[in-house]
């Protein structure tokens, strides 16, 4: 499995961006859960947003009312969308997915790269 993801770049504050991840496909196993986190310089990655197979979401409170994580058309794609973007949300952003193997059952967790938001003040 490998996840690629798309649209970090720099940003004034209050300005808005849009991440897309991709996953890729296996006739062996299908995509549950799909999360975007967040590592700033000097501290600890953190969960930003995540989106269950049904749809259910979760936002950090510092992202809530901000960002909103949606999934794609197919269930290896997740997209997060960041509104009125501040200093603070300056990070590399990851995507994360849970991968379900039809065979066994058991799930296992990937990352995407990295990609660079930053936010000027």
């Known amino acids: 499995v490998q996840l690629q993801a798309s649209g970090g770049g720099y940003v004034q504050a209050g300005g808005s961006l849009r991440f897309s991840c991709v996953g890729t496909t296996s006739t062996s196993s299908t995509y549950e859960s799909m999360a975007w986190y967040r590592q700033a310089p000097g501290k600890q990655r953190e969960l930003v947003a995540s989106?269950?197979?049904?749809?259910?979401?979760n936002y950090a409170d510092s992202v809530k009312g901000r960002f909103t994580i949606s999934r794609g058309d197919r269930r290896n794609t997740v997209h997060l969308q960041m509104n009125s973007l501040k200093h603070e949300d300056t990070a590399t952003y990851y995507c994360?997915?849970?991968?379900?193997?039809?065979?066994?059952?058991?799930?296992?967790?990937?990352w995407g790269q990295g990609t660079l938001v930053t936010v000027s003040s």
């Open positions: 989106i269950s197979s049904g749809g259910r979401t």
């Open positions: 994360n997915a849970e991968v379900k193997l039809y065979y066994s059952g058991n799930s296992r967790w990937y």
